[in-house]
T-cell receptor
Framework: NAGVMQNPRHLVRRRGQEARLRCSPMKGHSHVYWYRQLPEEGLKFMVYLQKENIIDESGMPKERFSAEFPKEGPSILRIQQVVRGDSAAYFC?????????????FGSGTRLTVV | AQTVTQSQPEMSVQEAETVTLSCTYD???????LFWYKQPPSRQMILVIRQEAYKQQNATENRFSVNFQKAAKSFSLKISDSQLGDTAMYFC??????????????FGKGTKLSVIP
């Protein structure tokens, strides 16, 4: 029973390049959440998606960041024209239902380094 | 706004001793759940314990227990018989309706716990 799978585990991009982070939720989970963790900080909510729908993107920067969760395949967090300040660990979590009584299952994160 | 405050950036404890990590939160919601997550150097976020806000009884999970004071909006974690494998960052979090169509998990900044042999 595989957990939440994120890849790559580490990603290095030069300033101005694009970063694509992938997340496959746990089997049976149709709700996906992306969080960002800056150094010495807790995780900050970015976006919540269900299959083919963005439900809540209130934590997503308005420019350069986008997310999708297609009918088939993993959820993708895309960062265009990366800058040094985008360097962080990006975590994906999934849950079976959109209620408050589930602690999400997290992946191991992708550490993005912008050089 | 929903916030979580962990006032102890770092703590240390001798192996086999007991340590308590503090957490306070603020929310206007009446239905919510509280969690403690552990993040070891591997970076994996591991759920340690959860507490339903409507339950008065404090949650317990083996060596881990919480002291939930709803009126004070306090949710501390007690680790008994500390082990070297408990060395990690510990994050307090709660989940409540965000008002934007989802239930958001809000985290504190974490407490770095070191267990000393």
């Amino acid at each position: 029973n595989a957990g939440v799978m994120q890849n790559p585990r580490h990603l290095v991009r030069r300033r101005g390049q694009e970063a694509r982070l992938r997340c496959s939720p746990m089997k049976g989970h149709s709700h996906v959440y992306w969080y960002r963790q800056l150094p010495e900080e807790g995780l900050k909510f970015m976006v919540y998606l269900q299959k083919e729908n963005i439900i809540d993107e209130s934590g997503m920067p308005k420019e350069r960041f986008s997310a999708e969760f297609p009918k088939e395949g993993p959820s993708i967090l895309r960062i265009q024209q990366v800058v040094r300040g985008d360097s962080a660990a990006y975590f994906c979590a999934s849950s079976p239902l959109a209620t408050e009584n589930y602690g999400y299952t997290f992946g191991s994160g992708t550490r993005l380094t912008v050089v | 706004a929903q916030t979580v405050t962990q006032s102890q950036p770092e703590m240390s404890v001798q192996e086999a001793e007991t340590v308590t990590l503090s957490c306070t939160y603020d929310t206007s919601e009446s239905n919510y759940y509280l969690f403690w997550y552990k993040q070891p150097p591997s970076r994996q976020m591991i759920l340690v314990i959860r507490q339903e806000a409507y339950k008065q009884q404090n949650a317990t999970e083996n060596r881990f227990s919480v002291n939930f004071q709803k009126a004070a909006k306090s949710f501390s974690l007690k680790i008994s018989d500390s082990q070297l494998g408990d060395t990690a960052m510990y994050f307090c979090a709660f989940i409540a309706y965000s008002g934007a169509g989802s239930y958001q998990l809000t985290f504190g900044k974490g407490t770095k716990l070191s267990v000393i042999p």
